[in-house]
């Protein structure tokens, strides 16, 4: 049995980030004053089937007790709980759209409940049901028979006729909050006996992304011979130093030394050496210095960075502090170049003679063309591509996000943000080729282009790219770069 089967929750209790619909569903309980059909709204892996499975089990329980829990060991829970009660009738809109299955549950609702005491229906991703099965079930929640409940869950609620949300109680589930999540972990690695580092769970928890499920999902990937360790877990998502690297680098060009700072702190917290840090940096610079080797002006930028760096790795040895050594260094980088200089390094001219390496230059733009061949969305409320712009994907962009289905493509596409739509193309810009590489991947292309056909009812035909911070535009932005700095740093470390 998987993790996240083993340790779903059971009652009202051990469900955890949903405290408001709980509460508000156990008052219910208690007054006998349950409605008779809601919708649970919210982030996939938030724990809406389970909450409904729960409130099944408390409206049947023939032994709730006092504090208005399922006992979990009567016929009925145990009917409930083994997938057995013919009263708890689960339909998944995601399947089939729902038409014969509303059509049954038309059908049958007028009959009593066979051995409980209400039927209950639960329809998951009911957003999925055609216009006809929402009308069907509409006729149904206007006048529904006292002995029927109806909980409808969907992770896209906007898709719902306000018909169909008017007749219900509606409850938006919240996405999990990192540390409730690695809290869970921590205890489900001890139930299992499993040696889990913090660090390895806080990054299974920021990847899951609010999502409990996904969230075990993971745990249970990672571990291995009963230990789950950050190196590994990193390794495993593709995570490695590359990506801090990257986004150091963009953080130099961009001038934010605060945020170069964060990234130093992060690598120091989570155990790995500086001075490998420092290499890495230098090794990633003179890459960047072979790319940029026709374009003069951009390679005395990175020549710059590379004296500044090698100068720091040098102290790193000797210094009191070793992270400060590094810190200096990120503040000389990051005036380097403007009017307030405080290094300027002179242009070495053995850099001419550097040969350029054939692997050294990198894929700067992908394309995906969905499959077209599979099976097209013939939903009414589905746009045309041509009726698509740019505001419609910036305006669904976290949804587009929250329907990729698979935590480390999500955390991926994280990285991107849509630039430009053009003859029925998307264009998405990346920080970290690292990311962009991770979408581009086949197996991981079928995940997004899901995500853009359950949102906007069409796979999308892409084109990814790096953001490629001109070093001459920075260069020339930042004149008056003091005030304006200031005023970004002042931006990092309040927040925006
Ligand atoms: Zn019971």
């Not at 509460?23 to 809601?38: E, I, R, V």
């Not at 945020?259 to 690598?267: P, S, V």
């Not at 070093?471 to 927040?495: P, R, Y």
């Amino acid at each position: 049995m998987s993790l996240y089967l083993k340790y779903r929750p059971f009652n009202f209790k051990n469900l955890v980030g949903q405290d408001h619909a709980i509460t508000t569903l156990q008052n219910a309980l208690k007054h006998n004053a349950m409605t008779h059909a809601y919708l649970f709204s919210g982030p996939r892996g938030t724990g809406k089937t389970s909450l409904a499975r729960i409130v099944a089990k408390a409206l049947n329980c023939t032994n709730l007790t006092s504090d208005f829990e399922p006992c979990n060991e009567c016929e009925i829970c145990d009917g409930i709980n083994n997938g057995r009660l013919v009263d708890l009738i689960e339909i998944d809109a995601a399947s089939n759209r729902g038409i014969d299955e509303i059509r049954e549950l038309r059908e049958k609702i007028v009959f009593a409940p066979s051995q409980a005491r209400s039927k209950v229906y639960i329809i998951d991703e009911v957003h999925m049901l055609t216009k006809e099965a929402f009308n069907a079930l509409l006729k149904t929640l206007e006048e529904p028979p006292s002995h029927a409940y109806f909980i409808l869950a969907t992770t896209e609620v906007h898709k719902i006729p306000e018909t169909i949300i008017s007749r219900c109680q509606q409850f938006n589930f919240k996405r999990i909050n990192q540390s409730t999540i690695v809290k869970r972990l921590e205890e489900i690695a001890e139930q299992e006996n499993v040696k889990a580092d913090v660090e390895a769970l806080n990054l299974i928890g920021k990847i899951a992304n609010g999502g409990l499920r996904d969230a075990i999902g993971l745990f249970e990937q990672m571990t291995m011979d009963g230990v789950v360790q950050y190196e590994k877990v990193a390794e495993n998502l593709g995570l490695g130093g590359q990506i801090h690297v990257e986004q150091f680098f963009q953080c130099l060009l961009q001038r934010k030394p605060l945020k170069a700072i964060e990234i130093l702190n992060q690598i120091n917290a989570q155990g790995h050496s500086l001075q490998q840090f420092t290499t890495d940096i230098i090794a990633y610079l003179r890459e960047q210095m072979l790319i940029n080797l026709t374009n003069s002006e951009e390679v005395q930028t990175v020549i710059g960075f590379i004296e500044i760096f090698s100068d720091a790795k040098i102290k790193i040895t000797q210094a009191i502090i070793p992270q400060l050594a590094l810190e200096i260094a990120v503040v000389k980088a990051c005036n380097f170049g403007t009017s307030g200089n405080i290094e300027s390094p002179e242009v070495k001219t053995e850099a001419k003679q550097v040969k350029v390496e054939k692997n050294v230059q990198k894929p700067e733009a992908v394309e995906i063309k969905p499959d077209k061949s599979s099976e097209s969305d013939e939903s009414a409320e589905n746009k045309e591509i041509s009726e698509l712009d740019l505001n419609e994907f910036k305006e669904n962009w976290q949804r587009i996000i929250d329907n990729i289905e698979t935590p480390f493509v999500r955390m991926s596409f994280v990285d991107s943000e849509p630039v430009k739509f053009e003859n029925g193309t998307l264009y998405l810009s990346f920080n970290s080729s690292t990311f962009m590489d991770k979408i581009a991947n086949s197996s991981n292309q079928a995940v997004v282009q899901k995500a853009f056909e359950t949102v906007l009812g069409n796979k999308i035909n892409l084109k990814l790219e790096t953001k490629k911070v001109s070093l001459n535009t920075v260069l020339k932005k930042d004149e008056n770069v003091n005030d304006s700095n200031m005023a970004e740093m002042a931006k990092e470390v309040f927040g925006n």
